[in-house]
């Protein structure tokens, strides 16, 4: 394994790789070590997934059997908080809106727009300092996912990252919907 493909395989590890993150690991990870991070990855129980067209690829634990008995999990998944959930799924729609209707390469959010998405499905409060504050930590939790980076170059504004589309499908979609009306009820009754 060359230096690249190692490189590759470390990022890998961390969570989300994108091709943004690093040109010449992309081109190494996608042209010759393919085959070799996924046998890798394959003894440990992960697969290596990537997404050549949108550019980014991630690990996921393998459902396999060895003898009848299953493999431990090695990445552990958690549930995402109501805000999470939401502010990814706001940011999904997004991503669907500027790839039918933007020619850009990437798809910029101000932390305005964010903020103005997400306070619609929060709770009503009366300490503003306070809401703005959980926005900000949402936020946060968003960039650590892989499915927000900060731009550098303008502040206060996020690039949404197309890796968001492998997590928020329309399966994920369909659940979320469910959670949110049992919320609604939960919240009116």
Request: hydrophobic share 40%.
């Amino acid at each position: 394994m060359n230096q690249n493909a190692k490189t590759a395989t470390v990022l890998l590890l961390k969570g989300m790789f994108h091709k943004s993150d690093n040109e010449s690991v992309w081109l190494e990870l996608v042209e010759s070590s393919r085959g070799v991070i996924s046998d890798y990855f394959n003894v440990i129980g992960l697969e290596f997934e990537i997404d050549e067209v949108e550019g980014y690829a991630y690990l996921k634990n393998l459902e396999i059997e060895e003898d009848g008995e299953a493999i431990p999990k090695l990445i552990t998944s958690r549930e995402l908080s109501y805000k999470v959930s939401l502010l990814c799924v706001l940011l999904r729609k997004r991503l669907v809106d500027f790839d039918m209707q933007s020619d850009s390469q990437k798809a910029v959010v101000s932390k305005e727009n964010i903020i103005s998405d997400i306070i619609l499905f929060l709770p009503q409060k009366f300490n503003e300092v306070k809401i703005y504050k959980e926005i900000d930590l949402t936020i946060k939790k968003v960039e650590d996912l892989g499915f927000l980076k900060k731009l550098r170059s303008q502040e206060d504004n996020y690039e949404i990252k197309s890796s968001i589309k492998a997590f928020v499908d329309a399966q994920w979609l369909s659940d979320f919907n469910e959670r949110l009306e049992e919320y609604k009820e939960q919240k009116w009754s």
